[in-house]
């Protein structure tokens, strides 16, 4: 499913925009292991997850959520800013 639905987007976004994507944005900032590999199969170099998931990623940054983490495929994977989220979505803040 996954496959599919990534390549829907990819072949979408060419028909708007007349090229491919470089990064993708994971709905719900979602990553499950493996979804790298799918990207890059699909010419996607980089794409966004919640920082949290860099901070318990198997392999993590350097510079925690603030930096790219290089996935085994050659893909980056960016950690999306917490406190930037919470100020978008938060009822609160």
Given at each position: ?93
């Amino acid at each position: 499913a996954a496959e599919a639905q990534v390549a829907v987007a990819v072949e979408h976004h060419a028909r708007l925009f007349g090229a491919p994507p470089h990064g993708f944005w994971l709905p719900e900032c979602a990553f499950a292991p493996g979804l790298d590999e799918v990207l890059a199969r699909h010419g996607i170099g980089y794409f966004f997850v919640d920082g949290p998931a860099l901070l318990h990623a198997s392999a993590r940054p350097v510079r925690g959520a603030f930096a790219p983490l290089l996935c085994p495929s050659g893909v980056a994977a960016f950690g999306r800013d917490e406190e930037c989220g919470r100020q978008v979505w938060s009822r609160a803040e």
